[in-house]
């Protein structure tokens, strides 16, 4: 089963507006993490978050993190058709000796040029 | 080497017929996950290494499915007697650090797409 979710499933938004990306899990976690996915092949690493933070910056991404309502979300600023992309939300749980990754399900952003 | 590498990048099998799909991770990098991604959706876990302790092969979908790793170094997954629900791009990703060590950033393959006919 699927320990995040993403919503919305899809969004699609004209280039040079921001895009928001929610991503809600169920257990308690050690970091979160947002990767890229491109062409459905591999996926990037974009941004970690540990479970003592509350918002990361990197370039035009800002996530933050709310363990009490267990959300996570990812703010693209100024987008562009590059940024065009699946995006995926992951957890480890702090169970000890158990740090796997799981992934939520995916938000399908498009921007239009 | 520089990536995660995967082979074959395509793989096309009639049902019924085994096949082997490799990952060779990132030199030191001593955790290996398998994934599996269907067409539009989300990743599936299917097995994780780390170093010489038990893999966790919670996710295996079935016994038809079973992967090795030789200490640090390749991955291989076998699919035994596939299906045609089996097809999916399967996803090899691998991390500098595994269990106890805090954060684990995965570096992914290309991906392997199988297509069962």
């Known amino acids: 089963s699927q320990q995040g979710e993403e919503d919305p499933q899809a969004l699609s938004i004209q280039e040079g507006e921001n895009a928001t990306m929610n991503c809600s899990y169920k257990?308690?976690?050690?970091?979160l993490q947002w990767y890229r996915q491109n062409s459905g092949r591999g996926l990037v690493h974009l941004i970690l978050?540990?479970?003592?933070?509350r918002e990361k910056h990197s370039g035009r991404l800002r996530v933050t993190l709310d363990t009490s309502k267990k959300s996570s979300s990812l703010l693209i600023t100024a987008s562009r058709a590059a940024d065009t992309a699946s995006y995926f939300c992951?957890?480890?749980?702090?169970?000890?000796?158990?740090?796997?990754?799981?992934f939520g399900t995916g938000t399908r952003l498009t921007i239009i040029p | 080497g520089a990536g995660v590498s995967q082979s074959p990048s395509n793989k096309v099998t009639e049902k019924g017929k085994d096949v082997e799909l490799r990952c060779d991770p990132i030199?030191?990098?001593?955790?290996l996950y398998w994934y599996r991604q269907r067409l539009g959706q989300g990743l599936e876990f299917l097995i994780y290494?780390?170093?010489?302790?038990?893999?966790?092969k919670s996710g295996l979908p079935s016994d038809r499915f079973s992967a090795e790793r030789t200490g640090e170094s390749v991955s291989t997954l076998t699919i035994q007697r596939t299906q045609q629900e089996d097809s999916a791009v399967y996803l090899c990703?691998?991390?500098?650090?595994?269990?106890?060590?805090?954060?684990?950033?995965?570096?992914f393959g290309a991906g392997s797409r199988l297509t069962v006919l």
């Open positions: 978050i540990r479970s003592n933070e």
């Open positions: 257990t308690s976690i050690n970091n």
């Open positions: 290494f780390q170093g010489n302790s038990a893999p966790d």
């Open positions: 990703a691998s991390s500098k650090l595994g269990r106890g060590a805090g954060a684990n950033v995965l570096t």
């Open positions: 992951a957890t480890d749980a702090t169970n000890f000796g158990n740090e796997k990754l799981t």
């Open positions: 030199s030191g990098h001593t955790a």
